[in-house]
């Protein structure tokens, strides 16, 4: 199934991808793979997963989270996701999660933060 992905921001820099409603392991190969394939090639760049029509993560979807995360890294691109439900801000404080991905309440609020922490 494919993703719904667009390119926001300043100089289009900024990946959205919006994930589907339950990000286990029927959606991890498409989640990863768009990133992969997507992510701009330029200086500033970054990554907004979109949780708005997220209402499960599993253990794979977790992995998943964490494998973007690291070619996020690799590319020294920002990550960033948005839109996460309180329900699950609340799981990912359970496993400490919420302290190593960076959050935001909506997609916007996401483009400008990772626009203002690249200096756009």
Do not use: W, Y
């Not at 900024?14 to 029927?26: G, I, K, Q, Y």
């Not at 691109?77 to 991905?101: C, E, H, N, T, Y």
């Amino acid at each position: 199934m494919p993703l719904a992905s667009h390119l926001a921001g300043e100089d289009s820099q900024l990946l959205v991808v919006a994930l589907p409603n339950r990000v286990a392991e029927e959606h991890i190969s498409a989640i990863r793979s768009e990133v992969s394939r997507r992510i701009p090639q330029i200086s500033g760049c970054g990554v907004i997963l979109d949780f708005t029509a997220v209402d499960l993560i599993n253990s794979m979807g977790i992995t998943c989270l964490l494998n973007v995360d690291d070619e996020c890294r690799r590319r020294k691109a920002g990550l960033m996701l948005a839109g996460v439900s309180p329900l699950i801000r609340a799981f990912f404080a359970q496993l400490k999660l919420d302290k190593r991905f960076r959050m935001a309440d909506s997609v916007d609020d996401a483009v400008d933060a990772l626009q203002l922490s690249r200096g756009h």
